[in-house]
């Protein structure tokens, strides 16, 4: 799998969007763009993936651009809950039901 | 994570002893994966099953680790003579169905004395 990268940390208001970049140049046309978050202490919650099309859900948004070399998930309104770790995964999808590898992702730290 | 069920949640054992610890997948997912997350550490893949079968164990120590997933009951790993590195957060995760997300449980975090 490509592999990715992501800032290790980034700060954002409550009520504010919240921009997550992550960088996959070496992205493979049959690899999709996941996307996941760990809340302090439990498991990793999945948020949202994608292919080459934006993709939008009731938790964030994800905006893969035209080359596919990077992608953003943003989280609208962000709420001091969203406080977490936040993995960017690039995963092929011809395995199926392929493990998932997790770099040290993006401490997103929310304040009031 | 609401589905996946794990157990026990908090679990201490002394050097020597065998730690087993369990994995309860969502309804209608047969596909259960194993990590490990030591402390301030990244999630590492350890094994993944089907029922009854291993499919991928590529990331299981060699050496006093098992799991398995019978056809019936939960997906166990279990954890031979412990020793104070084997100290860590253990979450499962299943799949299944027609998408491949996988859902995590809330962990179990080993702690060897």
């Known amino acids: 799998d490509a592999k990715t990268t992501q800032p290790t940390s980034m700060d954002c208001a409550e009520g504010r969007a919240a921009n997550l970049p992550c960088n996959h140049s070496?992205?493979?046309?049959?690899?999709?763009v996941y996307w996941y978050r760990q809340i302090h202490s439990q498991g990793p919650q999945y948020i949202i993936h994608?292919?080459?099309n934006n993709e939008t859900n009731e938790m964030a948004s994800l905006i893969i651009t035209e080359d596919r070399k990077s992608s953003t998930l943003i989280l609208p309104h962000a709420t001091l809950r969203d406080t977490a770790v936040y993995y960017c995964?690039?995963?092929?999808?011809?395995?199926?039901?392929?493990?998932?590898?997790f770099g040290k992702g993006t401490m997103l730290l929310v304040s009031p | 994570n609401a589905g996946v069920m794990q157990n026990p949640r908090h679990l201490v054992r002394r050097r020597g002893q065998e730690a087993r610890l369990r994995c309860s997948p969502m309804k209608g997912h047969s596909h259960v994966y194993w990590y490990r997350q030591l402390p301030e550490e990244g999630l590492k893949f350890m094994v993944y099953?089907?029922?009854?079968?291993?499919?991928?164990e590529s990331g299981m120590p060699k050496e006093r680790f098992s799991a398995e997933f019978p056809k019936e009951g939960p997906s166990i790993l279990r954890i031979q003579q412990v020793v104070r590195g084997d100290s860590a957060a253990y979450f499962c995760?299943?799949?299944?169905?027609?998408?491949?997300?996988?859902?995590f449980g809330p962990g179990t975090r080993l702690t060897v004395t």
């Open positions: 995964i690039v995963r092929a999808m011809n395995s199926g039901y392929s493990t998932l590898t």
């Open positions: 070496t992205i493979s046309g049959n690899e999709y």
């Open positions: 995760a299943t799949a299944g169905g027609d998408t491949y997300e996988q859902y």
């Open positions: 099953l089907q029922k009854e079968n291993i499919i991928d």
């Open positions: 994608g292919l080459k």
